[in-house]
C-alpha cells in the first residue's frame, strides 16, 4: 500500500486543479478520437503518414488515461491511498505508453523521410503491410521494455516508507522506497531509457538530417517549403513531448521537487491534448475534411430543424380545422 502526495496538500487549491483538469482530460478525448474518426471515415486520409497520426492519438488517449482519473479522484480526496497492485498497473501502463509513443515518432520520422528523399518509391516502400508491422514494433517495443521495468521495480523489497512524493507512480519515486538494494532495478530502468528513449531520440535526429539534405537538394523555394512544412507539425510534437521529458528524467536531483511536477504534467497531461491541435492546425486535409464534416452535420442538423417545424406547423393546423 502507497500514499500519494498529489499536486498540492492545499484543499481549495485542489478545488480550483480539479476542473481544469478534468477540462484538459475531456479535451484530450474529444481532440484524439475526433482526429481518429475523421482519419477512418475520409478514404483520401488512408495514407501511412495519417495511419500513424491516428496511432499517435490512440496512444495519446490511453498515456493520458492512464494518470488523469486516479490524479482527479485524489483531487478530491484526503487520503490518496493506492494499493501495490494499483500502483503497478499504472506505472506499467503509463511505461508502456510513453515508450510506445518514442518508438511510434521514430516512425513517423522514418516515414517522412522515405515521403521526401524517395518521393517516387514512397507507395512501394511504406506498403500497408510493412505499416502495420512498423506500428506492432512499436506496441511491441514499448510494451516488453515497460514489463521489464515493471517487474525489476516491483520485484525489489518494500518493508518501511510508503509515501510517494508524487501525483502518479513513477519509477524513480517507487525505486526510492525500497528497503533493498536498487542498483539492478536502476540499471534496468537506465538501460531502457538509453535503448529506446535516447534511441528513438538520435534515430529521429540522425532522419531530419537526411530529411534536411533531401530539401536541400529541392531546387524550387515552393517545394522547399511545402516538405519542410510537411514535418514541421512531427518536429512541434517531438520538440515537446522530448523536451519535457528529457527535463524531467535527466536532473534525479530534483525528482521531489515542484518543477519536476509541473514538468511531469505538461508532459503527460497537456502534451496529449495539444498533439491532435498541432496537427489539424497545420494540416490542410485534416481542415477540409473537418470542415466537410461540419457543413454535412450543419445540413443535416437544418433538414431536422425544418422537419421539426413543418410538423409544428401541421399540428397547429390540426387544431384550428378541429376548432
Known amino acids: 500500500m502507497f500514499i500519494l502526495l498529489g499536486l498540492s496538500d492545499e484543499k481549495e487549491l485542489q478545488l480550483i486543479l480539479f476542473p481544469v483538469f478534468l477540462g484538459i482530460y475531456l479535451v484530450t478525448l474529444i481532440w484524439n478520437l475526433g482526429l481518429i474518426i475523421l482519419i477512418t471515415i475520409n478514404s483520401n486520409l488512408h495514407t501511412p503518414m495519417y495511419f500513424f497520426l491516428s496511432s499517435l492519438s490512440f496512444i495519446d488517449i490511453c498515456y493520458s488515461s492512464s494518470i488523469s482519473p486516479r490524479m482527479l479522484s485524489d483531487l478530491l480526496r484526503a487520503e ?3 494499493s501495490f497492485i494499483a500502483c503497478a498497473t499504472q506505472l506499467f501502463v503509463a511505461a508502456w505508453m510513453g515508450l510506445a509513443e518514442c518508438c511510434l515518432l521514430a516512425t513517423m520520422a522514418y516515414d517522412r523521410y522515405v515521403a521526401i528523399g524517395s518521393p517516387l518509391q514512397y507507395s512501394a516502400i511504406m506498403v500497408p503491410g510493412r505499416c502495420w508491422k512498423l506500428i506492432a514494433v512499436a506496441y511491441g517495443t514499448g510494451f516488453l521494455s515497460s514489463l521489464v521495468e515493471t517487474v525489476s521495480c516491483f520485484h525489489a523489497y518494500y518493508c518501511g516508507p510508503n509515501i510517494i512524493q508524487h501525483f502518479f507512480c513513477d519509477i524513480p519515486q517507487v525505486i526510492s522506497l525500497s528497503c533493498s538494494n536498487p542498483f539492478m532495478c536502476q540499471m534496468i530502468v537506465f538501460l531502457v531509457a538509453i535503448s529506446v528513449g535516447l534511441g528513438s531520440l538520435l534515430f529521429i535526429l540522425l532522419s531530419y538530417g537526411f530529411i534536411a539534405a533531401s530539401i536541400l537538394k529541392i531546387s524550387s523555394v515552393k517545394g522547399s517549403a511545402k516538405a519542410f512544412n510537411t514535418c514541421a507539425s512531427h518536429l512541434a510534437t517531438v520538440t515537446l513531448f522530448y523536451g519535457t521529458a528529457l527535463s524531467v528524467y535527466m536532473h534525479p536531483g530534483s525528482k521531489h521537487s515542484m ?45 431536422n430543424n425544418f422537419w421539426a417545424a413543418f410538423i409544428i406547423i401541421l399540428r397547429k393546423t390540426e387544431v384550428r380545422i378541429v376548432k
Open 80 to 82: 490518496k491511498i493506492i
Open 259 to 303: 518543477k519536476h511536477k509541473v514538468l511531469s504534467v505538461f508532459y503527460l497531461i497537456f502534451v496529449p491534448m495539444l498533439n491532435p491541435l498541432i496537427y489539424s492546425l497545420r494540416n490542410k486535409d485534416i481542415k477540409e475534411t473537418l470542415k466537410g464534416v461540419t457543413n454535412r452535420l450543419h445540413i443535416y442538423l437544418s433538414m
